[in-house]
């Protein structure tokens, strides 16, 4: 149970000491870094209280269960879509003329965008009905299991907002593998390299990171899609980006950084298939 009295005493004394820092702070970029925080933190409305543990469970379900579904659905269904046609000579055909090829281009990224929507809405809809249906406390601050965050967010508006971040990086990872197919004729190289992608971010997390781990490592592999796709990870706690001197929070830059990424990533697929068609 979150208690709001001593939830709001802390949250005073944190707002203050935030202001003091960035009053003592020696950069301008600081000043602004501590200046947010504190807005931020100053937000939360602790009143809301009950038990959280479900809705932590959620969120954690979420970015574990929809993601493992969300990597089987991707790697075994749209990191083949191209090399499958050439292993079994398709290709040949498809691209024998010089036309049509980028319209087909588009119906794979239609029906992969379709395919990765289609599941994120039904594991989110069958995870409310079957599981956390007619539970109360949606309305509990996240603070109440995410203790460092200082995001004024309820556990309804960021498993609100993680459904739609998932969404947007699931739809960019499935473009990437995409183009990968694109690429590759071989099947089993295709889909190797699309657990790679997908998997290898918390491999190198596991296997190589440990408590010296310098932050802007463990920050900088928040941006592979395949942590990103865990999207209460980006949430937890208070991460800035220093873009031309102003702090940038991590989810916003995530986010811009996944479209950016993405649309540079169709702008080369059409530009490849393109260049086939001579």
């Given at each position: 149970m979150l208690e709001a009295a001593s939830a709001y005493d802390r949250q005073s004394k944190v707002v203050s000491s935030l202001r003091q820092e960035g009053e003592e702070a020696s950069t301008v970029y600081e000043k602004r870094q501590f200046s947010l925080q504190a807005g931020l933190t100053e937000a939360i409305d602790y009143r809301p209280v009950g038990n959280y543990q479900t809705f932590d469970q959620l969120l954690t379900f979420s970015g574990t269960g929809g993601y493992a579904l969300l990597a089987v659905v991707l790697i075994f269904g749209t990191a083949v879509s191209f090399s499958n046609e050439y292993q079994t000579g398709v290709a040949a055909y498809l691209y024998s003329s010089r036309h049509g090829r980028k319209q087909l281009l588009t119906a794979k990224l239609m029906v992969s965008v379709a395919l990765v929507t289609g599941t994120i809405l039904i594991y989110n809809l069958v995870q409310l009905l079957c599981f956390f249906r007619g539970h109360s406390g949606w309305e509990i601050p996240i603070q109440a299991a995410y203790v460092n965050s200082p995001y004024p967010l309820t556990f309804a508006e960021l498993y609100g907002i993680s459904i739609l971040y998932q969404?947007?990086?699931?739809?960019?990872?499935?473009?990437?593998?995409?183009?990968?197919?694109?690429?590759?004729?071989?099947?089993?190289?295709?889909?190797?390299?699309?657990?790679?992608?997908?998997?290898?971010?918390?491999?190198?997390?596991?296997?190589?990171?440990?408590?010296?781990?310098?932050?802007?490592?463990?920050?900088?592999?928040?941006?592979?899609?395949?942590?990103?796709?865990?999207?209460?990870?980006?949430?937890?706690?208070?991460?800035?980006?220093?873009?031309?001197?102003?702090?940038?929070?991590?989810?916003?830059?995530?986010?811009?950084?996944?479209?950016?990424?993405?649309?540079?990533?169709?702008?080369?697929?059409?530009?490849?298939?393109?260049?086939?068609?001579?």
């Amino acid at each position: 149970m979150l208690e709001a009295a001593s939830a709001y005493d802390r949250q005073s004394k944190v707002v203050s000491s935030l202001r003091q820092e960035g009053e003592e702070a020696s950069t301008v970029y600081e000043k602004r870094q501590f200046s947010l925080q504190a807005g931020l933190t100053e937000a939360i409305d602790y009143r809301p209280v009950g038990n959280y543990q479900t809705f932590d469970q959620l969120l954690t379900f979420s970015g574990t269960g929809g993601y493992a579904l969300l990597a089987v659905v991707l790697i075994f269904g749209t990191a083949v879509s191209f090399s499958n046609e050439y292993q079994t000579g398709v290709a040949a055909y498809l691209y024998s003329s010089r036309h049509g090829r980028k319209q087909l281009l588009t119906a794979k990224l239609m029906v992969s965008v379709a395919l990765v929507t289609g599941t994120i809405l039904i594991y989110n809809l069958v995870q409310l009905l079957c599981f956390f249906r007619g539970h109360s406390g949606w309305e509990i601050p996240i603070q109440a299991a995410y203790v460092n965050s200082p995001y004024p967010l309820t556990f309804a508006e960021l498993y609100g907002i993680s459904i739609l971040y998932q969404l947007v990086i699931a739809v960019s990872l499935v473009i990437v593998l995409l183009f990968l197919s694109m690429l590759i004729k071989q099947t089993v190289v295709a889909v190797f390299l699309g657990g790679l992608i997908v998997g290898g971010p918390f491999l190198i997390e596991t296997v190589l990171f440990n408590t010296e781990t310098l932050d802007f490592m463990l920050n900088l592999m928040k941006f592979t899609q395949g942590q990103a796709l865990s999207v209460y990870v980006l949430f937890r706690e208070y991460v800035t980006v220093n873009v031309f001197g102003y702090p940038v929070l991590l989810p916003i830059a995530v986010l811009v950084v996944t479209l950016i990424t993405t649309l540079i990533v169709v702008k080369l697929m059409y530009r490849v298939i393109g260049r086939r068609m001579a």
